[in-house]
Protein backbone atom coordinates (compact mmCIF):
# COMPACT_ATOMS: atom_id res chain seq x y z
CA UNK A 1 0.00 0.00 0.00
CA UNK A 2 1.35 3.54 -0.96
CA UNK A 3 0.63 4.93 2.35
CA UNK A 4 -1.44 8.06 2.75
CA UNK A 5 -0.73 10.44 0.34
CA UNK A 6 -0.78 14.19 0.23
CA UNK A 7 -0.55 17.16 -2.50
CA UNK A 8 0.96 19.42 -2.91
CA UNK A 9 4.26 18.74 -0.44
CA UNK A 10 4.92 22.45 -0.29
CA UNK A 11 2.87 25.60 -1.49
CA UNK A 12 4.01 28.82 -1.13
CA UNK A 13 1.15 31.40 -1.94
CA UNK A 14 0.44 35.22 -1.31
CA UNK A 15 -1.54 36.86 1.65
CA UNK A 16 -5.49 36.57 0.13
CA UNK A 17 -4.98 33.87 -2.06
CA UNK A 18 -7.28 30.05 -2.38
CA UNK A 19 -5.34 27.22 -1.27
CA UNK A 20 -6.67 23.98 -2.03
CA UNK A 21 -5.05 20.75 0.05
CA UNK A 22 -5.29 17.16 -0.93
CA UNK A 23 -5.40 13.68 0.52
CA UNK A 24 -6.11 10.50 -0.90
CA UNK A 25 -6.72 8.15 2.28
CA UNK A 26 -5.31 4.41 2.70
CA UNK A 27 -7.48 2.52 0.76
CA UNK A 28 -10.35 0.74 2.71
CA UNK A 29 -10.02 3.28 6.24
CA UNK A 30 -12.94 4.94 6.90
CA UNK A 31 -12.09 7.42 8.97
CA UNK A 32 -9.97 10.79 7.88
CA UNK A 33 -8.33 13.30 9.65
CA UNK A 34 -7.39 16.52 9.06
CA UNK A 35 -4.25 18.32 11.32
CA UNK A 36 -2.03 20.93 11.44
CA UNK A 37 1.18 21.46 13.09
CA UNK A 38 3.16 24.48 14.19
CA UNK A 39 5.57 24.65 16.31
CA UNK A 40 3.90 27.20 18.93
CA UNK A 41 0.70 24.99 19.12
CA UNK A 42 2.11 21.32 18.39
CA UNK A 43 -0.18 19.36 16.16
CA UNK A 44 -4.00 20.50 16.17
CA UNK A 45 -6.89 18.66 14.95
CA UNK A 46 -8.95 20.25 12.34
CA UNK A 47 -11.90 17.98 11.30
CA UNK A 48 -12.48 14.50 10.60
CA UNK A 49 -14.66 12.47 8.29
CA UNK A 50 -16.32 8.55 9.05
CA UNK A 51 -17.68 7.29 5.74
CA UNK A 52 -16.97 10.63 4.02
CA UNK A 53 -19.40 12.19 6.60
CA UNK A 54 -17.93 15.32 8.37
CA UNK A 55 -18.28 14.13 11.98
CA UNK A 56 -16.31 16.75 14.40
CA UNK A 57 -15.49 20.32 12.97
CA UNK A 58 -15.10 22.09 15.97
CA UNK A 59 -11.09 22.35 15.75
CA UNK A 60 -11.76 24.42 11.87
CA UNK A 61 -10.10 27.13 13.02
CA UNK A 62 -12.88 30.04 11.50
CA UNK A 63 -14.76 30.20 8.19
CA UNK A 64 -11.72 30.50 5.66
CA UNK A 65 -11.49 26.60 6.23
CA UNK A 66 -13.42 24.26 5.01
CA UNK A 67 -13.52 20.81 4.41
CA UNK A 68 -14.93 17.94 1.81
CA UNK A 69 -14.70 14.48 1.27
CA UNK A 70 -16.61 13.85 -1.54
CA UNK A 71 -15.65 10.29 -2.20
CA UNK A 72 -13.78 7.25 0.15
CA UNK A 73 -10.53 8.14 -1.94
CA UNK A 74 -10.30 11.84 -2.30
CA UNK A 75 -10.44 15.04 0.81
CA UNK A 76 -9.69 18.22 0.12
CA UNK A 77 -8.72 21.17 3.00
CA UNK A 78 -9.42 24.48 1.84
CA UNK A 79 -8.52 27.95 2.87
CA UNK A 80 -9.92 31.15 1.50
CA UNK A 81 -8.77 33.42 1.55
CA UNK A 82 -5.37 32.36 3.13
CA UNK A 83 -3.35 34.35 5.94
CA UNK A 84 0.08 34.59 7.02
CA UNK A 85 -0.72 33.17 10.60
CA UNK A 86 -2.46 29.88 8.38
CA UNK A 87 1.06 28.78 7.41
CA UNK A 88 2.12 25.63 9.10
CA UNK A 89 2.57 21.63 7.81
CA UNK A 90 -1.29 20.35 7.33
CA UNK A 91 -1.14 16.57 8.21
CA UNK A 92 -3.99 14.34 6.73
CA UNK A 93 -4.13 10.79 8.41
CA UNK A 94 -6.36 7.82 7.93
CA UNK A 95 -7.63 4.99 10.17
CA UNK A 96 -10.01 1.49 9.90
CA UNK A 97 -11.55 1.32 13.25
CA UNK A 98 -12.70 -2.01 13.15
CA UNK A 99 -10.74 -5.13 14.38
CA UNK A 100 -8.44 -5.25 17.14
CA UNK A 101 -9.63 -3.34 20.46
CA UNK A 102 -7.96 0.15 20.68
CA UNK A 103 -6.90 0.79 17.50
CA UNK A 104 -9.21 3.33 17.44
CA UNK A 105 -6.58 5.82 17.63
CA UNK A 106 -4.19 4.05 14.92
CA UNK A 107 -4.09 6.55 12.89
CA UNK A 108 -1.80 6.80 9.97
CA UNK A 109 -0.66 10.14 8.37
CA UNK A 110 0.88 11.11 5.14
CA UNK A 111 3.89 13.29 4.30
CA UNK A 112 2.33 16.68 5.34
CA UNK A 113 1.51 19.81 3.25
CA UNK A 114 4.08 22.43 4.60
CA UNK A 115 2.36 25.93 3.59
CA UNK A 116 3.97 29.14 3.56
CA UNK A 117 1.54 31.99 3.43
CA UNK A 118 3.20 35.65 2.42
CA UNK B 1 -7.45 11.78 29.00
CA UNK B 2 -4.77 11.06 31.40
CA UNK B 3 -1.97 13.58 31.54
CA UNK B 4 1.69 12.14 30.24
CA UNK B 5 5.04 12.91 31.42
CA UNK B 6 7.78 12.09 29.29
CA UNK B 7 11.44 12.73 29.41
CA UNK B 8 12.78 15.62 27.02
CA UNK B 9 15.52 13.56 25.68
CA UNK B 10 17.31 10.55 25.98
CA UNK B 11 20.37 9.52 23.75
CA UNK B 12 21.21 5.98 22.88
CA UNK B 13 24.22 4.04 21.51
CA UNK B 14 23.50 2.30 17.71
CA UNK B 15 22.52 -1.52 18.40
CA UNK B 16 21.66 -0.78 21.92
CA UNK B 17 18.03 -1.25 23.23
CA UNK B 18 16.37 2.62 23.73
CA UNK B 19 13.86 2.51 26.80
CA UNK B 20 11.54 5.05 26.66
CA UNK B 21 9.53 6.14 30.14
CA UNK B 22 5.93 7.89 30.01
CA UNK B 23 4.53 8.20 33.30
CA UNK B 24 0.53 8.24 33.09
CA UNK B 25 -0.52 7.86 36.65
CA UNK B 26 -4.24 9.22 36.56
CA UNK B 27 -5.11 6.83 33.75
CA UNK B 28 -8.31 5.28 33.75
CA UNK B 29 -9.25 1.84 33.50
CA UNK B 30 -10.87 2.08 29.83
CA UNK B 31 -7.72 4.23 28.59
CA UNK B 32 -4.80 2.70 26.37
CA UNK B 33 -1.77 3.91 26.28
CA UNK B 34 -0.32 4.40 22.55
CA UNK B 35 2.99 5.34 21.07
CA UNK B 36 3.88 7.63 18.39
CA UNK B 37 7.20 8.78 16.85
CA UNK B 38 7.82 11.64 14.52
CA UNK B 39 11.34 11.66 12.28
CA UNK B 40 11.94 15.32 11.37
CA UNK B 41 10.09 16.58 8.49
CA UNK B 42 7.94 13.72 8.29
CA UNK B 43 4.09 12.88 9.82
CA UNK B 44 3.72 11.33 12.86
CA UNK B 45 4.04 7.32 12.52
CA UNK B 46 2.05 4.63 14.89
CA UNK B 47 4.16 2.38 16.48
CA UNK B 48 1.98 -0.26 19.17
CA UNK B 49 -0.99 0.42 21.62
CA UNK B 50 -1.66 -1.49 24.97
CA UNK B 51 -4.17 -1.49 27.64
CA UNK B 52 -2.74 -3.56 30.42
CA UNK B 53 -0.84 -6.40 29.08
CA UNK B 54 2.72 -6.45 27.15
CA UNK B 55 2.58 -5.98 23.57
CA UNK B 56 4.95 -6.56 20.71
CA UNK B 57 5.06 -5.84 17.23
CA UNK B 58 7.53 -5.75 14.46
CA UNK B 59 8.64 -2.25 15.37
CA UNK B 60 8.98 -2.55 19.16
CA UNK B 61 7.99 -3.67 22.70
CA UNK B 62 5.39 -1.98 25.16
CA UNK B 63 5.72 -2.71 28.90
CA UNK B 64 3.20 -1.35 31.27
CA UNK B 65 3.36 -1.81 35.03
CA UNK B 66 0.53 -4.03 36.83
CA UNK B 67 -0.76 -0.44 38.79
CA UNK B 68 -0.91 0.87 34.37
CA UNK B 69 0.64 3.94 35.98
CA UNK B 70 3.77 3.89 33.88
CA UNK B 71 5.03 2.23 30.42
CA UNK B 72 8.03 1.85 28.88
CA UNK B 73 8.23 1.47 24.92
CA UNK B 74 11.22 0.18 23.92
CA UNK B 75 13.12 -0.63 20.72
CA UNK B 76 15.35 -3.63 20.67
CA UNK B 77 18.08 -2.68 18.09
CA UNK B 78 18.18 1.01 18.18
CA UNK B 79 19.29 2.36 14.28
CA UNK B 80 20.32 6.22 13.18
CA UNK B 81 17.25 5.88 11.57
CA UNK B 82 15.08 5.87 15.06
CA UNK B 83 16.14 9.18 15.52
CA UNK B 84 13.23 10.84 16.13
CA UNK B 85 10.39 12.47 19.01
CA UNK B 86 8.37 9.87 20.57
CA UNK B 87 5.18 10.13 21.74
CA UNK B 88 3.17 8.54 24.68
CA UNK B 89 -0.62 9.13 24.59
CA UNK B 90 -3.62 8.10 26.81
CA UNK B 91 -6.60 7.58 25.15
CA UNK B 92 -9.71 5.89 25.31
CA UNK B 93 -10.38 3.04 23.09
CA UNK B 94 -14.05 3.60 22.45
CA UNK B 95 -15.50 5.67 20.11
CA UNK B 96 -17.56 8.36 20.98
CA UNK B 97 -17.77 12.51 20.62
CA UNK B 98 -13.98 13.77 20.76
CA UNK B 99 -12.36 10.24 21.00
CA UNK B 100 -10.48 10.92 17.81
CA UNK B 101 -8.44 13.98 18.78
CA UNK B 102 -4.81 12.50 19.60
CA UNK B 103 -3.08 15.06 22.08
CA UNK B 104 0.65 15.13 20.97
CA UNK B 105 2.12 16.96 24.15
CA UNK B 106 6.11 17.43 23.85
CA UNK B 107 7.28 13.62 24.03
CA UNK B 108 11.17 12.30 23.90
CA UNK B 109 13.43 13.50 21.73
CA UNK B 110 15.73 10.04 21.38
CA UNK B 111 19.10 10.83 19.62
CA UNK B 112 20.67 7.49 18.48
CA UNK B 113 24.29 7.60 18.09
CA UNK B 114 26.67 5.89 16.10
Known amino acids: DAGVIQSPRHEVTEMGQEVTLRCKPI?????LFWYRQTMMRGLELLIY????????DSGMPEDRFSAKMPNASFSTLKIQPSEPRDSAVYFC????????????????FGPGTRLTVL | DAKTTQPTSMDCAEGRAANLPCNHS???????VYWYRQIHSQGPQYIIH???NNETNEMASLIITEDRKSSTLILPHATLRDTAVYYC???????????????FGKGTKLSVIP
Open chain 1, 93 to 108: ASSLVQGRAGNLNEQF
Open chain 1, 49 to 56: FNNNVPID
Open chain 1, 27 to 31: SGHDY
Open chain 2, 26 to 32: TISGNEY
Open chain 2, 89 to 103: IVRVGISGAGSYQLT
Open chain 2, 50 to 52: GLK
